[in-house]
T-cell receptor, first 117, second 109 residues
Framework: GAVVSQHPSRVICKSGTSVKIECRSL??????MFWYRQFPKQSLMLMAT?????????EQGVEKDKFLINHASLTLSTLTVTSAHPEDSSFYIC?????????????FGPGTRLTVT | RKEVEQDPGPFNVPEGATVAFNCTYSNSASQSFFWYRQDCRKEPKLLMS???SGNEDGRFTAQLNRASQYISLLIRDSKLSDSATYLCVVNSNDYKLSFGAGTTVTVRA
């Protein structure tokens, strides 16, 4: 099966600092990676879509200068939350699709729980 | 209006019972439909795709009603391990997925 990892699984940071979250496809090359955010008892909300080597496409209302996405290789995408604030505390989940499969077949990482104090 | 709406529940059922719930979607052009399962504080995992003719996977049966724009999931002979939040997922456009907020099911002994 396709495995996606995320690191770290949990992070606590102080307000104003930046946090980087890594998303890796371990046994396949990910043509596209997605970043989601989920607040308690709410649905996953797509933040952005990234393809290797190109700029990420952000959803409406998501600040691209605050949530920096880098997709430098076919197996790694990073999300950096810059100048984090308590309202950025959330569960961040990445997913990836691979070549040869339908675009709706997304493999999810285990998520990163961010707490900003 | 949200793209995907679900009854949040919770549905509290005894072991062995049957439980069913629906979700509605707003985009009539949606083509692909899925049920995901999400355990507390974990990532969602694909439970099953939903096909136009309806489909069954063991104790789980999914139905799609395009005319009324809803999808259903039925769980027969509930197990304790079925306790989770079930997410209705619909492709919104291109390759993007829209998630419902989930229906919580709790199976009690």
């Amino acid at each position: 099966g396709a495995v996606v990892s995320q690191h770290p699984s949990r992070v606590i940071c102080k307000s104003g600092t930046s946090v980087k979250i890594e998303c890796r496809s371990l046994d396949f090359q990910a043509t596209t990676m997605f970043w989601y955010r989920q607040f308690p008892k709410q649905s996953l909300m797509l933040m952005a879509t990234s393809n290797e080597g190109s700029k990420a496409t952000y959803e409406q209302g998501v600040e691209k200068d605050k949530f920096l996405i880098n997709h430098a290789s076919l197996t790694l995408s990073t999300l950096t939350v810059t100048s984090a604030h308590p309202e950025d505390s959330s569960f961040y989940i990445c997913s990836a699709t691979r070549a040869g499969l339908g675009p709706y077949e997304q493999y999810f990482g285990p998520g990163t729980r961010l707490t900003v104090t | 209006r949200k793209e995907v709406e679900q009854d949040p529940g919770p549905f509290n059922v005894p072991e062995g019972a049957t439980v069913a719930f629906n979700c509605t979607y707003s985009n009539s052009a949606s083509q692909s439909f899925f049920w995901y399962r999400q355990d507390c504080r974990k990532e969602p995992k694909l439970l099953m795709s939903v096909y136009s003719s309806g489909n069954e996977d063991g104790r789980f049966t999914a139905q799609l009603n395009r005319a009324s724009q809803y999808i259903s999931l039925l769980i027969r002979d509930s197990k304790l391990s079925d306790s989770a939040t079930y997410l209705c997922v619909v492709n919104s456009n291109d390759y993007k997925l829209s998630f419902g907020a989930g229906t919580t099911v709790t199976v009690r002994a």
